[in-house]
C-alpha cells in the first residue's frame, strides 16, 4: 500500500504523510508524497541520458514489455489467482516475486547494497539476498492482498488477525476519534481497508501518485485508478485527505473526521521534502540520525485524539497475516516535538528491525537519502543516476521511468538523485506530505491509506 510505488514490479501504493498538518501547525507519510520525479532527462556520465523508460540504455522495447507485464499482472493475473484458494494464490505471488528477484538485477542490487548500508554489520552478504527475495515476494503478495478486497473483503479477512482492537475500541470510546500511526511497512494499505470492513469508519492521509507523477497519460492514470484506487476506496469512509504544500485544508480534514469519532490513518515515516526540511526534526531510527515529519504529533495536538501505533506482520507462509494495534501512544501537550515524536519513531524502528523485508523503502534510495540514512549521491557526472521509484504508485512504471521520485518525488522508488535537486523535489512532494509539513498518508497525515 500503497500509488506507484517503483520498488518492486506490479505494486503502487499511496503515499501517506503529515505534509499539511504540520504546515498549518507548524506538523508526513505516510503516504502523502507521491510524486514522480519531474527530471526524466538527466544527463549521464559520457553524454548519455535518462529517456522516459528511466534506466540507463534500456531498450524501449524491454521497457514496453515490462510496463506490459505489470498490467497484465494488476489487470488479469492477480485478480484469477486471488480467486484460487489463499495457499495457491500466495504460492502464485511468492513465485512471481522470485522470478522478478531473478530477472530485476539492478533493483536486486539497489535492495541489497541499502539494507547493508543501513543496518551495517547486522546484515551478511547471503542475509541481505535473502531479505531482497522476501521483499520481491511480500510487494507481490501485497498484490493478491488488494485483490481479495473484493466484496466485503471476507476472502482476505480470513487470512488476517487483528490484535489491539480492544485498544482502538477504548480509544474511540472517548468520543475524540483515533490517529493510527505506522509506517511504509507490509500491506499496511489493505489492513486498513480490513478495520473499515470491520466497523471502524477509517480516512487515510494520502496521495494516489498516478495522479501527479509528470508524464503519466491519461489512459495510465485511468488504469491504476481503476485497479487500485477503487478498490481500496469502497472500504473507506471517506476520500483520501490529500496533502499538497501550501493546502493547511488537510489538517482542518483530518480534525472533522476525528471529531466525528472516526479513525485517520498516518505514516510517519516518509522523509520530508525540501519545502518541509524546516519542519522535519532529528530523531534516532535505524541506528542513524533521521529527518522525519512529526505531523502525527501536530495532529494529535491540534485535536486530542489519541495516537496507536500499527503494524502489519506476514507470515512465513505469506498469506496469513497479523495486524497489532498498540495501546495510545503518550503525546505530552507540552514540550518538544521531537521529544513528543520520540514513541512512534522506536515503535517503527522495532517493527523494520524486527521484520526488515516488510519496509518499503529498501528499495527507494531517494527516500533513504532525503531521511538521511544514507549518504547523498555524488554530483551528476561524478557517479551514475541511482533509478527512483515512486511511493505509492504502480513500481514497475516509475520504476523505468527513473524519474526522481521518491515513490514519487524521489521519495519512494528507487531514489539516487540528492534529495536538493529540483528535478527530484517534484517527486518528493508528492509522497513525503504525510510528515506533515504541509498536509498529508501514507495514510499519515501525510501514506495516505491508499493505501489511501
Request: net charge neutral; hydrophobic share 40%.
Amino acid at each position: 500500500m500503497p500509488g506507484l510505488r517503483g520498488t518492486v514490479d506490479g505494486e503502487h501504493e499511496e503515499t501517506q504523510g503529515t505534509m499539511g498538518v504540520t504546515q498549518l501547525a507548524d506538523e508526513r507519510p505516510t503516504e502523502a508524497a507521491m510524486g514522480e520525479a519531474a527530471t526524466k532527462a538527466e544527463a549521464l556520465p559520457g553524454g548519455r541520458r535518462l529517456g522516459r523508460a528511466g534506466w540507463p540504455g534500456m531498450d524501449p522495447a524491454m521497457r514496453l514489455l515490462r510496463n506490459a507485464d505489470s498490467f497484465a499482472y494488476w489487470l488479469v493475473a492477480a485478480p484469477l489467482a486471488a480467486r484460487l484458494p489463499a495457499s495457491l494464490a500466495y504460492r502464485f505471488a511468492c513465485w512471481r516475486g522470485d522470478l522478478d528477484f531473478r530477472y530485476r538485477a539492478r533493483k536486486r542490487s539497489e535492495i541489497v547494497r541499502n539494507l547493508r548500508q543501513v543496518l551495517g554489520d547486522e546484515l551478511g552478504p547471503e542475509e541481505a539476498e535473502g531479505l531482497a527475495r522476501e521483499h520481491f515476494r511480500m510487494t507481490s503478495c501485497k498484490v493478491i492482498d488488494v485483490m481479495r478486497l473484493r466484496g466485503q473483503a471476507r476472502s482476505l479477512r480470513k487470512l488476517v488477525e487483528i490484535r489491539g482492537r480492544e485498544h482502538l475500541d477504548a480509544a474511540l470510546a472517548e468520543g475524540k476519534g483515533a490517529i493510527l500511526c505506522g509506517a511504509h511497512f507490509g500491506s499496511d494499505s489493505s489492513a486498513f481497508c480490513l478495520l473499515h470492513a470491520s466497523g471502524f469508519p477509517l480516512t487515510a492521509i494520502g496521495r494516489w501518485n498516478w495522479k501527479y507523477a509528470p508524464g503519466m497519460s491519461s489512459a495510465e492514470r485511468w488504469f491504476w485508478d481503476l485497479v487500485y484506487a477503487r478498490r481500496l476506496l469502497r472500504h473507506r469512509q471517506r476520500p483520501n485527505i490529500e496533502p499538497w504544500a501550501g493546502r493547511i485544508q488537510v489538517a482542518a480534514q483530518a480534525a472533522v473526521a476525528l471529531r466525528a469519532n472516526e479513525v485517520v490513518t498516518i505514516l510517519a515515516d516518509a522523509p520530508p521534502k525540501d519545502a518541509d526540511r524546516t519542519r522535519a526534526v532529528e530523531v534516532p531510527f535505524l541506528g542513524r540520525q533521521a529527518w522525519l515529519l512529526p505531523g502525527v504529533v501536530t495532529l494529535a495536538r491540534l485535536t486530542g485524539a489519541p495516537v496507536l501505533m500499527t503494524f502489519v506482520h506476514r507470515s512465513g507462509d505469506y498469506r496469513h497475516q497479523v495486524l497489532e494495534i498498540s495501546p495510545p501512544v503518550p503525546v505530552p501537550m507540552q514540550g518538544e516535538t521531537a521529544t513528543a515524536f520520540g514513541p512512534c519513531v522506536a515503535a517503527m524502528d522495532a517493527a523494520i528491525r524486527t521484520n526488515p523485508a516488510h519496509w518499503e523503502y529498501w528499495a527507494s534510495t531517494d527516500n533513504l537519502v532525503a531521511s538521511g540514512l544514507l549518504p547523498a549521491a555524488p554530483p551528476t557526472g561524478t557517479a551514475a543516476v541511482t533509478p527512483h521509484s515512486a511511493v505509492g504508485e504502480p513500481a514497475a512504471l516509475l520504476e523505468d521511468r527513473c524519474s526522481a521520485s521518491d515513490h514519487q518525488g524521489g521519495q519512494r522508488g528507487s531514489h539516487g538523485n540528492d534529495s536538493g535537486m529540483q528535478g527530484d523535489q517534484a517527486g518528493r512532494e508528492e509522497r513525503r506530505s504525510l510528515g506533515m509539513a504541509a498536509p498529508h498518508d501514507g495514510a499519515g497525515v501525510g501514506h495516505g491509506s491508499g493505501q489511501p
